[in-house]
């Protein structure tokens, strides 16, 4: 399977314990997006890298988060000290920006499950 | 500021029936792209189709079909004979010209098709 993948898929916590996601992106793809979505709603932009810079972040992300993408590849999201409102789906996603504005698709990964009990 | 407006939060069809799914947006860019996403499931987003703001011609694709108007900032998006593998929640999304994977998604219609 070439396409993003995300682990684990789903990841059971006690409020206040950290949590680390990974996200695995298609091969060759230079930029890299995380989404949050809860229950009944679109995602929500939270971030994204173009190769190993973050070039963006969203005030939803509190500095209870932080994200990573050493080596412009792989990347993780890590949540400290969860609280029951971090309960959501996280999403990632992958593109290929060229020099051409207007090619770049984003292909999305079966996100990872957060439940904060 | 970006916002889009999916007003129709479920709908229900009788497989064959015609649906159309509305979408609404609001940017002050000159140029941007809108995009329509299904999530089955499985959880996955499949792209379906973008469009830049230059390109106001209406779009089909099989039983799918995309009608877009700048002078209402609709991008409305109708499956014909629906089937039973139709039932997901459809997004619809807005991004500017410079970042596409940058997205304002709308809350979604989940579109429930009976046999």
């Known amino acids: 399977d070439t396409g993003v993948s995300q682990d684990p898929r789903h990841k059971i916590t006690k409020r206040g314990q950290n949590v680390t996601f990974r996200c695995d992106p298609i091969?060759?793809?230079?930029?890299l997006y995380w989404y949050r979505q809860t229950l009944g709603q679109g995602p929500e932009f939270l971030t994204y890298?173009?190769?190993?810079?973050?070039?963006?972040k969203s005030r939803l992300l509190s500095d209870r988060f932080s994200a990573e993408r050493p080596k412009g590849s792989f990347s993780t999201l890590e949540i400290q000290r969860t609280e029951q409102g971090d309960s959501a789906m996280y999403l990632c996603?992958?593109?290929?920006?060229?020099?051409?504005?207007?090619?770049?698709?984003?292909?999305f990964g079966s996100g990872t499950q957060l439940s904060v009990l | 500021a970006q916002k889009v407006t999916q007003a129709q939060t479920e709908i229900s069809v009788v497989e064959k029936e015609d649906v159309t799914l509305d979408c609404v947006y609001e940017?002050?860019?000159?140029?941007?792209?809108l995009f329509w996403y299904k999530q089955p499931p499985s959880g996955e987003l499949v792209f379906l189709i973008r469009?830049?703001?230059?390109?106001?011609q209406n779009e089909i694709s099989g039983r799918y079909s995309w009608n877009f108007q700048k002078s209402t900032s609709s991008f409305n998006f109708t499956i014909t004979a629906s089937q039973v593998v139709d039932s997901a929640v459809y997004f619809c999304?807005?991004?500017?010209?410079?970042?596409?994977?940058?997205?304002?998604f709308g809350r979604g219609t989940q579109l429930t098709v009976w046999p």
């Open positions: 996603a992958s593109s290929f920006q060229g020099a051409l504005v207007g090619d770049e698709k984003l292909f």
């Open positions: 091969s060759e793809h230079n930029r």
């Open positions: 890298f173009q190769n190993e810079a973050q070039l963006e």
């Open positions: 940017t002050r860019d000159t140029t941007y792209y």
């Open positions: 469009r830049n703001s230059f390109d106001e």
């Open positions: 999304a807005l991004s500017r010209g410079s970042t596409l994977g940058r997205l304002y």
